[in-house]
């Protein structure tokens, strides 16, 4: 099993930044690429951004250019840094990792952020 946990959301005003940090902790080992998910009220869950142990990255067209995904793997930590941040940004931001051993996929708790004036 593996362990996730996010921390970093919270309320800012369009235009700001936030960093949201996603620490694993337990079977390291099953996992590779990690990942950042979003979920605005009344809509499906969606890819953000996701990057494996190597550093190669993906992003969501709707995020380019505006966040940046990163991973310090001594601290089995990814981070995910959102700038020019809009009102349509505001959402339940989870942290993802597939296991590459079995079908599961473990998920963090998730952490809000709004983006408001």
């Known amino acids: 099993q593996v362990q996730l946990v996010e921390s970093g959301g919270g309320l800012v005003q369009p235009g700001g930044s936030l960093r949201l940090s996603c620490v694993a902790s337990g079977s390291l080992f099953r996992v590779n690429t990690m990942g950042w998910y979003r979920q605005a009220p009344g809509k499906q869950r969606e890819l953000v951004a996701r990057?494996?142990?190597?550093?190669?990255?993906n992003y969501a067209d709707f995020v380019k250019g505006r966040f940046a995904i990163s991973r310090d793997n001594a601290k089995n930590t990814i981070y995910l840094q959102m700038d020019s941040l809009k009102p349509e940004d505001t959402a339940v931001y989870y942290c993802?990792?597939?296991?590459?051993?079995?079908?599961?996929?473990?998920w963090g708790q998730g952490t809000q952020v709004t983006v408001s004036s």
């Open positions: 990057i494996t142990s190597g550093g190669s990255t």
């Open positions: 993802n990792a597939p296991d590459r051993i079995s079908v599961n996929v473990y």
